[in-house]
């Protein structure tokens, strides 16, 4: 492990958590230079809370059914995300809208399963995705890191990993493919926040050089 300075973040669930656990284990093994403090599941009984605890991160449930609107529901996420003050907020695999406080913009990112603005937007997520993919006879997909705005899978990208699309793929065969890609691209777009090279530019996202004799990520 080197020199980066890890960022603090609080990550955000739904279900499964393999997105969560892959930046767990990245940050435990010292290629990932993210240090969590906290995971918040919009559900109750979903399997990432067990994975969460396994690392020895505290869990918190802030149950989407329990609000009657989108804000309420946001304002009781960013109050114990505000309790914590974390650098970064980390979406993976977390399906309720949140409304963003002015304060978190450009602090928040999600992963997406497709090389947005393709088959992006509200409902699609998971293997409606992938099915959207082949329906279309794409050559190619993907996943893609963005910083997360009020409009669904719409944010400026900050990393995107392109997959073959292959003869015969099925729906599971090409998830595999693009999670495999995920595995890569969150924390890459970690280190990069953690290493200051990340610029916004109105509705992109410059990566900049890495500065002569500064450290980095393996």
């Given at each position: 492990?080197?020199?980066?300075?890890?960022?603090?973040?609080?990550?955000?669930?739904?279900?499964?958590?393999?997105?969560?656990?892959?930046?767990?284990?990245r940050a435990?093994?010292?290629?990932?230079?993210?240090?969590?403090?906290?995971?918040i599941?919009?559900?109750e009984?979903?399997?990432?809370i067990?994975?969460a605890?396994k690392?020895?991160?505290?869990?918190?449930?802030?149950?989407?059914k329990?609000?009657?609107?989108?804000?309420?529901?946001?304002?009781?996420?960013?109050?114990?995300?505000?309790?914590?003050k974390p650098?970064l907020?980390?979406?993976?695999?977390?399906?309720s809208?949140?409304?963003?406080?002015e304060?978190?913009?450009?602090?928040?990112?999600?992963?997406h399963?497709?090389?947005?603005?393709?088959?992006?937007?509200?409902?699609m997520?998971?293997?409606?995705?992938?099915?959207?993919?082949?329906?279309?006879?794409?050559?190619?997909?993907?996943?893609?890191?963005?910083?997360?705005?009020d409009q669904?899978?719409?944010g400026?990208?900050?990393?995107?990993?392109?997959v073959p699309?292959?003869?015969?793929?099925?729906?599971?065969?090409?998830?595999?493919?693009?999670?495999?890609?995920?595995?890569?691209?969150?924390?890459?777009?970690?280190?990069?926040?953690?290493?200051k090279?990340?610029?916004?530019v109105?509705?992109?996202?410059?990566?900049?050089?890495?500065?002569?004799g500064?450290?980095?990520?393996a």
């Amino acid at each position: 492990m080197n020199d980066t300075k890890k960022v603090t973040a609080v990550i955000l669930i739904s279900g499964s958590g393999s997105t969560m656990e892959n930046l767990l284990q990245r940050a435990k093994d010292g290629t990932c230079a993210m240090e969590c403090l906290g995971v918040i599941s919009s559900k109750e009984g979903v399997a990432g809370i067990a994975r969460a605890q396994k690392f020895g991160v505290p869990v918190q449930v802030v149950n989407r059914k329990d609000f009657t609107d989108a804000v309420a529901f946001s304002r009781q996420v960013f109050k114990l995300i505000n309790g914590v003050k974390p650098d970064l907020v980390l979406l993976a695999g977390f399906l309720s809208y949140v409304h963003l406080p002015e304060r978190y913009k450009g602090r928040v990112m999600n992963i997406h399963p497709s090389l947005l603005p393709k088959f992006g937007g509200r409902g699609m997520y998971g293997s409606k995705v992938h099915e959207s993919v082949l329906k279309a006879g794409e050559r190619e997909s993907g996943c893609t890191v963005h910083y997360v705005d009020d409009q669904y899978d719409h944010g400026p990208a900050i990393v995107q990993k392109k997959v073959p699309v292959v003869a015969g793929d099925t729906v599971e065969t090409l998830q595999a493919r693009v999670m495999q890609a995920e595995r890569e691209a969150y924390p890459e777009a970690v280190n990069l926040y953690a290493e200051k090279r990340l610029m916004q530019v109105a509705n992109s996202v410059r990566i900049l050089p890495v500065k002569a004799g500064a450290p980095t990520q393996a």
